[in-house]
């Protein structure tokens, strides 16, 4: 369990350090200068790009979650318990923030930033969206990303599904809600990687946090949930009423093979 916990602490720093990290350079730094499409292009491949590399080099000690709302998706699916689901949290969380000061760290030896102004790539609604939404509408838009996203991953890792191709199909679904979603708040999708540069950054982004922490998670529900429409539960997983269900089944057909014997 201490190399998976491991695992996912170093995938999230990763994951922020170069995803925020792109996002503080293109759109804060305005490195792309007026073109803010270039900005929001590069940004989603950062992101997707990065996931796609966490998937094949985290993915076989942990599963590669990085991300606490993929982690609760595996928990509802049945995948792994709640004692390493809250294991898996902690340490992203922690790997969102080591990751959020690493990157600051970087970037504050430029004369050039100003954490007010430049910021350290957080997310944010309102006045300080590309769009201004509001508080409902950034919650809106991460439910549904975070539904999409969250759906590809559990379709992706099934077990009968083909892990050589699973990296990149993750990574093409991040880089594809980025796209869409930083317009409106930036793009979360992901508790941890909100956390750390809002935690860094404080102010606004620090009051508007709940929504991508708790939008998230919301969004991991419906994704659980179509996921079982979808795909069989897995073994062993069950409602009291299915169980019994499956009991009566299996009496039925052990019924009938003694039938058949006699």
Same mark, same amino acid.
């Given at each position: 369990?201490?190399?998976?916990?491991?695992?996912?602490?170093?995938?999230? $720093?990763?994951?922020?350090?170069?995803?925020?990290?792109?996002?503080?350079?293109?759109?804060?730094?305005?490195?792309?200068?007026?073109?803010?499409?270039?900005?929001?292009?590069?940004?989603?491949?950062?992101?997707?790009?990065?996931?796609?590399?966490?998937?094949?080099?985290?993915?076989?000690?942990?599963?590669? *979650?990085?991300?606490?709302?993929?982690?609760?998706?595996?928990?509802?699916?049945?995948?792994?318990?709640?004692?390493?689901? #809250?294991?898996?949290?902690?340490?992203?969380?922690? +790997?969102?923030?080591?990751?959020?000061?690493?990157?600051?760290?970087?970037?504050?030896?430029?004369?050039?930033?100003?954490?007010?102004? $430049?910021?350290?790539?957080?997310?944010?609604?309102?006045?300080?969206?590309?769009? *201004?939404?509001?508080?409902?509408?950034? @919650?809106?838009?991460?439910? $549904?990303?975070?539904?999409?996203?969250?759906?590809? #991953?559990?379709?992706?890792?099934?077990?009968?599904?083909?892990?050589?191709?699973?990296?990149?199909? $993750? +990574?093409?679904?991040?880089?594809?809600?980025?796209?869409?979603?930083?317009?409106?708040?930036?793009? %979360?999708?992901?508790?941890?990687?909100? @956390?750390?540069?809002? #935690?860094?950054? +404080?102010?606004?982004?620090? %009051?508007?946090?709940?929504?991508?922490?708790?939008?998230?998670?919301?969004?991991?529900?419906?994704?659980?949930?179509? *996921?079982?429409? #979808?795909?069989?539960?897995?073994?062993?997983?069950?409602?009291?009423?299915?169980?019994?269900?499956?009991?009566?089944?299996? %009496?039925?057909?052990?019924?009938?093979?003694?039938?058949?014997?006699?």
């Amino acid at each position: 369990m201490g190399r998976k916990y491991a695992a996912e602490f170093l995938g999230t $720093i990763l994951l922020v350090f170069f995803g925020a990290g792109v996002a503080t350079l293109v759109l804060g730094f305005q490195l792309f200068g007026s073109s803010l499409a270039a900005g929001i292009v590069a940004v989603a491949l950062a992101f997707g790009l990065i996931y796609a590399a966490l998937v094949y080099v985290v993915g076989p000690i942990s599963g590669g *979650h990085v991300n606490p709302a993929v982690t609760f998706g595996a928990l509802l699916s049945g995948r792994i318990g709640i004692v390493e689901a #809250v294991g898996y949290w902690l340490a992203q969380l922690a +790997g969102g923030l080591v990751g959020a000061l690493l990157l600051f760290w970087v970037v504050r030896a430029s004369p050039y930033y100003s954490k007010s102004r $430049i910021g350290l790539g957080a997310n944010e609604y309102g006045a300080s969206s590309i769009l *201004h939404v509001g508080a409902g509408g950034a @919650f809106l838009v991460e439910v $549904i990303l975070t539904t999409a996203f969250v759906l590809v #991953v559990l379709s992706l890792t099934r077990e009968d599904a083909s892990t050589a191709v699973s990296g990149m199909g $993750i +990574g093409v679904a991040l880089a594809l809600a980025n796209l869409i979603g930083i317009p409106f708040d930036g793009a %979360s999708v992901n508790p941890a990687r909100s @956390f750390g540069p809002a #935690v860094v950054v +404080g102010g606004a982004a620090l %009051s508007q946090l709940w929504v991508f922490l708790l939008a998230p998670l919301v969004g991991a529900i419906f994704a659980a949930i179509v *996921h079982f429409a #979808v795909y069989p539960l897995p073994e062993g997983f069950a409602l009291p009423g299915l169980q019994r269900h499956r009991a009566v089944a299996g %009496s039925d057909e052990l019924g009938d093979g003694s039938g058949h014997q006699s």
